[in-house]
Structures are given as structure tokens and as C-alpha cells.
């Protein structure tokens, strides 16, 4: 059957992310203000074409603000998905291909982990080891290995009898060549999907944390600090609250929408 | 054995390798309490003698042992700051919690259960892309920031209620603290409702393709009587593990809401705690909304288990 490669979600969501990105990565390098640049004769503008999203209590441009704290929370993001997607990735290629005893006893602490809803078990690590960016990204990643590890030791498990499998391990290939080569390649259907949805949760987990002023810290931005900011200004500036959430919405929107996309695509080939 | 019985002890093993994870996190982290209690003016003999006192120059797993035993006859131990019972400390702020919880549970259980099977009726039609584009959204506004729209606009809009300003006690305005749990479990349903249909969609899409449906179709049964008397009873255990995980969800979800509406429950105690390094507390109320959760997982299992003779008798699963 034809593989159809793009649908109208998938197209969509790319767009979104690609904009909201690309702005996000630009803030890295350049912004129309400087966010830090205080202006005591522009507190509370509204927005207008000088300043596009308006200016908070200091005179500071909010739209630079939000492409900067917005670099912020999609690095966390990022690096958070890629600790928890790899160990995870690791620990469920293990169990899954193994068994046995280390895979019974790596499932009932798993199963011990995920007793713990996601957002309390980053506070608890980060009430253990402080706040600051290097924190959240270390307490979300850890928080992010046990859902992957499900996930991907059902793959795994699911390819160890395989035909395909049995024929490599009889051709002399090694149990690390045969996970690599031959099995991971095979799970990227569940994968994909499953870093969507994981990028999502990173991303509104670090907003979560640094809203309640345990996640990332001033000086640094981002967009959970700016939305804790915005709020105690909300009966003056209702925009600074407004606009900073809709970009994390508009954000998690994108991704949510290629998961959409990929998941549809999936089962349209079959 | 009995199924409840081998559930039930699991939930307490469960129960036993969480709490010992909290504890030994702890302990690995607030280094020496009674050296931090007396700062650097203490000398060796005070800090000596308050260690004693605080019983921490027992061994560990016979502390771990103590603590454990007190958690269940309501010694919680003591937080470092506030020298009430930590019973009375907690107590009403997890009655608070709760009631925000079940509101929140009420709230998806009546909607999302009817929108899941209405949704599946749309499926195939051109609406079905735009019904799939507006979950995605609904899923994707932090409850956190709905709240805060909230806020601004049945708070300081149209003056429905103060906002950040919650009654120091329920008893003490009742109608207001009722509007603003209401409004904060509003926030906390919204996205989870969305996830709700969606998964209920599926399961109910992957139902209706099965044998039994086609066959009681062609029986002359409309598709709606089908709809109602079978595929919702098959697609029940799936439903309620769901809504079990979200009762899990409501949890976490509460410790940010509460803040954002100053709600003084469980969550918001909790945050204010970790900030001010108050580890006994932090330790108490993390154990007690993990077993919340766990608690939450069995019920679901041994209700399914009532529901589906398929897992009563161990057959397929």
C-alpha cells in the first residue's frame, strides 16, 4: 500500500512548532529589546506596534522577554526528553530483551516510581536538591525515565521472538548489534509518538515548577517565571498574563498536533 | 489465593517500597538534623545530646520502622518550625484538597463520559478533524493558566469572586470558598476531560469494529442500543483505570492550581514547605499523596475486577 507521509495535522503542528522554534532560538541570539533593558517612562504599555506584546512593571519589552524565556523553557524541555527518552530507552531495551529477574525487579520500582504523580516527584528532588535550570532539567529528567521504560521494554518484549530476530540471532549477530540494528529501528512508531507527549509534559511540568517559584529562577527567564510575574499584575496588564500563556499553550498546541499527525499516519498504513 | 486478598497485600508492599523511598531520600539529604537545628553555636555535646533526643542515633531501618509505625497511629512526627501536632497542621488543609479533588472528579465523570461516546459518532465525518484539533488544544493550556484567565476574568472582570482572596477557612464564607474551589476545579478538569474523550473514543472506536457488535447489528439492534447496552459496558474497565490515574493527576494538578487561586490545601502547603526546607512535613504529605495514588490504582483494579467476569475468572485479559 502507498505510504501517505503528510497529513493535515502533521502539516499544521510542523508549521506552529517551526514558527514558535525558530522565534524561541532566535531570542538566543538577537531580540527587538534587550529583555533586561529597564524603561521607567514605558511601565504597563499596552501592546502596540513598538511593543508587541506591551512592556511588565520595569518598562521591559514582554514579547523579547517571552522569545527569550521561551528559549529557556524549550532547552529544558529538550534536554529533559532526551535524558528520560534514552535511559529509558536503556532500561526498557534491557528488561524488555532480558527478563528475568532484574527485569521483575526494575518494573516494581518502576511501578514504585510512577506511584508518585509526575509534578510531585520533580518537587520532591528538586526540594532535595534546590532550585535552577541544571535542577529541573535533572529532577524532570529522572522524573521522565519510568513512563519511557514502560514503553519501550513492551517493544522490546514484543520484538524478542520475532522472526526477523530469531534469523539475526542465528546469523551470529550480537545481542548488542541485534538491539540496536535490528530492534530499535522498529520501535520508532511508539517512540515518536511517545516523545510528543513527553516534550508536552516537559513543558508544561517546567512551567508548572518555575510558576510556583521552585523551578527556574530570575535572573533567568522563562515562560512558567513570567506567567508567576504576570499574575500579581493581572488587574493591570491582563496582556503580560495573557499572551505569555498563550505561547506555552500555542507551543504543547504544535507538538500535540504532529503526535495527532503521526499517530494518524500510522494507522493509515495499515 | 483470593484476588481482593493478593491486590490488597500488593498495595501494601506498594505502599511499603514508597515510603522507604521517601524516607531514604530524606535521609540521604537533610544531613544532620540536630547540627542544623542548633546552628554552628552548638557545641559537640548539645548537638550530641539533641540527636539523642530526636532519636537519630538509632539505626536507620529501626527509624525508618519508628516513623513508619507512627505514620499509621497518627504520630506524624514533628516539623521543624511549628511545634503543633503535625496531624493538625496537615488535617484541614487535606480536607480542603479532597473536597477540590471530587469536585474535579464530578466534573469529568458527567462530561467526559457522554462526550466520549458522542465524539465517536462523529468520527469519519469532516468535523471529526476539527473535534480531534480542539481536544489537542484543550489539552495543551496549562490549568494553571486557565486559571489565571480565570482570574482575570470572573475575578477582576465580573467580580465573581476575590481573586487571591480565599476565606481563611471554608466555614468562614462558605459561598466564596465554594465559588473559588469551583472555579479551580473547572481549571483542573478541562484538560483531563479532553484526554478523557479521547481515550474513550478509541476505546469505543476498537469496540464497535469487534465480532459481537456486527453481530448484534445484523440482528436487527440499532446502533444505538448497541452502543448503550454493550460497547459502554465493555469499554467500562478501561474507563475506570482512567479515571483512577486522574484521580492521581488531580493531585498533582491541585498543587499548582491552589496556588494560583491561594487556595490553603495540601498542595500549596506543600510548595511553601520545600521553600522552606521543612523536611519532616515535605516527607509526610509526599507520602501521604503517594498513597492516594496507589490507593487509587487498587480500587480501580478491584472494581474492574467486580465489572469484567473476564478478570475475575483469570482468563483473557
Redesign the interface.
Known amino acids: 500500500m502507498k505510504k501517505k507521509n503528510w497529513n493535515g495535522f502533521l502539516i499544521a503542528g510542523c508549521v506552529l512548532t517551526g514558527v514558535l522554534v525558530a522565534l524561541m532560538l532566535l531570542g538566543k541570539f538577537w531580540t527587538p529589546w534587550s529583555p533586561t533593558a529597564m524603561d521607567a517612562k514605558a511601565m504597563y504599555q499596552p501592546p502596540s506596534l513598538t511593543h508587541l506584546f506591551g512592556t511588565d512593571k520595569f518598562g521591559r519589552d514582554i514579547f523579547s522577554r517571552v522569545m527569550q524565556g521561551g528559549g529557556t523553557t524549550l532547552t529544558i524541555a529538550l534536554a529533559t526528553i532526551a535524558i528520560g527518552a534514552a535511559l529509558g530507552t536503556l532500561v526498557g531495551a534491557v528488561t524488555g530483551y532480558f527478563g528475568g529477574i532484574v527485569d521483575d525487579a526494575l518494573m516494581r520500582l518502576n511501578d514504585a516510581l510512577t506511584a508518585f504523580p509526575s509534578i510531585l516527584l520533580a518537587l520532591l528532588i528538586i526540594s532535595l536538591v534546590g532550585p535552577g535550570k541544571y535542577n529541573v532539567v535533572l529532577a524532570l529528567g529522572i522524573v521522565f525515565i519510568p513512563s519511557f521504560a514502560r514503553v519501550m521494554r513492551t517493544q522490546f518484549a514484543s520484538l524478542r521472538d520475532v522472526n526477523y530476530i530469531i534469523s539475526a540471532r542465528l546469523m551470529g549477530a550480537g545481542q548488542l548489534r541485534i538491539m540496536t540494528v535490528h530492534m530499535l529501528p522498529n520501535t520508532m512508531r511508539t517512540l515518536l509518538p511517545a516523545l510528543t507527549i513527553g516534550f508536552n509534559n516537559a513543558v508544561l511540568a517546567e512551567a508548572s515548577m518555575s510558576y510556583l517559584g521552585i523551578g527556574v529562577t530570575p535572573p533567568d527567564a522563562s515562560l512558567g517565571n513570567m506567567l508567576r510575574d504576570a499574575q500579581s499584575a493581572l488587574g493591570r496588564a491582563p496582556w503580560y498574563a495573557i499572551l505569555t500563556g498563550v505561547m506555552i499553550a500555542l507551543l504543547v498546541f504544535g507538538v500535540g498536533l504532529i503526535g495527532e499527525g503521526l499517530q494518524k499516519r500510522d494507522q493509515e498504513v495499515d | 489465593m483470593n484476588y481482593v486478598i493478593r491486590r490488597i497485600l500488593m498495595l501494601l508492599l506498594?505502599m511499603l517500597?514508597?515510603s522507604f523511598?521517601?524516607f531514604l531520600?530524606?535521609e540521604?539529604?537533610s544531613g544532620d538534623v540536630a547540627q542544623t537545628k542548633l546552628g554552628t553555636e552548638g557545641t559537640p555535646e548539645q548537638v550530641a545530646a539533641l540527636r539523642h533526643e530526636l532519636g537519630l542515633d538509632q539505626p536507620f531501618l529501626l527509624r525508618y520502622g519508628q516513623w513508619l509505625g507512627g505514620f499509621f497511629t497518627g504520630d506524624l512526627g514533628v516539623s521543624y518550625y511549628n511545634p503543633q501536632p503535625m496531624w493538625e497542621l496537615i488535617g484541614p488543609k487535606l480536607g480542603v484538597t479532597l473536597i477540590l479533588a471530587a469536585i474535579s472528579f464530578l466534573l469529568i465523570t458527567l462530561i467526559s463520559i457522554p462526550l466520549g461516546l458522542l465524539s465517536y459518532r462523529l468520527a469519519g465525518s469532516p468535523l471529526d478533524?476539527l473535534r480531534?484539533?480542539f481536544n489537542?488544544?484543550c489539552?495543551?493550556?496549562?490549568p494553571?493558566?486557565i486559571g489565571?484567565?480565570f482570574?482575570?476574568f470572573f475575578g477582576?472582570t465580573l467580580k465573581l469572586f476575590i481573586?487571591e482572596g480565599f476565606p481563611s477557612s471554608i466555614r468562614a464564607n462558605p459561598g466564596e470558598a465554594m465559588t473559588q474551589l469551583f472555579f479551580a476545579a473547572v481549571c483542573l478538569s478541562i484538560p483531563r476531560i479532553a484526554m478523557t474523550v479521547r481515550m474513550m473514543r478509541s476505546t469505543v472506536i476498537g469496540e464497535m469494529q469487534k465480532a459481537y457488535v456486527r453481530t448484534a447489528i445484523s440482528r436487527g439492534n440499532d446502533r444505538r442500543g448497541v452502543l448503550l447496552r454493550h460497547v459502554l459496558k465493555n469499554s467500562l474497565t478501561g474507563t475506570v483505570t482512567f479515571l483512577a490515574q486522574t484521580l492521581?493527576?488531580l493531585?498533582?494538578?491541585s498543587?499548582?492550581v491552589e496556588?494560583?487561586f491561594g487556595i490553603p490545601g495540601l498542595g500549596r502547603f506543600?510548595?511553601a514547605e520545600?521553600?522552606a526546607?521543612d523536611?519532616p512535613v515535605?516527607q509526610t504529605i509526599?507520602v501521604i499523596?503517594?498513597f492516594w495514588?496507589?490507593l487509587a490504582?487498587t480500587v480501580a483494579d478491584l472494581i474492574n475486577q467486580r465489572i469484567d467476569p473476564r478478570l475475575r475468572l483469570g482468563g483473557a485479559k
Open positions: 506498594t517500597i514508597v523511598l521517601t531520600a530524606f540521604l539529604v478533524g480531534t484539533a489537542q488544544l489539552m495543551a493550556v496549562p494553571f493558566f489565571i484567565l482570574s482575570w477582576i481573586p492521581a493527576e493531585i498533582g494538578g498543587i499548582v496556588q494560583v506543600l510548595v520545600i521553600r526546607l523536611y515535605v509526599v499523596l503517594a495514588v496507589v490504582g
